[in-house]
Nanobody
Framework: QVQLDESGGGLVQAGGSLRLSCAAS????????MGWCRHAPGAGREFVAG????????LTGDSVKGRLTISRDNAKNTVYLQMISLKPEDTAVYYC???????????????WGQGTQVTVSS
């Protein structure tokens, strides 16, 4: 079992920045790939970015490349999503997820956090 706890969401003006955190725990979370997905009002769930705990490779969705960056701190068992140059269309609930392999398909991820709201005002 993997437990995920997100934090760091909030209200920010367009052009601003936020950093989301995802604290992971559980017996075998280090063997999983980690991802961030988002769910905007009236839209489907969208993969944003992912990486492997073992490092070396990250995956980023086309719509956020250059603005949203995933990283990890192994010592803190935490994955981050750094967001810059935020746009109103980035408004969504952001979820941290863990799955058996790194993929841009959110259905691959089995474990999900409770989500954190990000609202970008124009």
């Amino acid at each position: 079992q993997v437990q995920l706890d997100e934090s760091g969401g909030g209200l920010v003006q367009a052009g601003g920045s936020l950093r989301l955190s995802c604290a992971a725990s559980g017996r075998t979370f280090s063997s999983y790939a980690m991802g961030w997905c988002r769910h905007a009002p009236g839209a489907g769930r969208e993969f944003v970015a992912g990486l492997r705990w073992s490092g070396g490779f990250t995956l980023t969705g086309d719509s956020v490349k250059g603005r949203l960056t995933i990283s990890r701190d192994n010592a803190k068992n935490t994955v981050y999503l750094q967001m810059i140059s935020l746009k109103p269309e980035d408004t969504a609930v952001y979820y941290c997820a863990a799955g058996p392999r790194l993929s841009g398909d959110e259905d691959v991820y089995h474990y999900w956090g409770q989500g954190t709201q990000v609202t970008v005002s124009s």
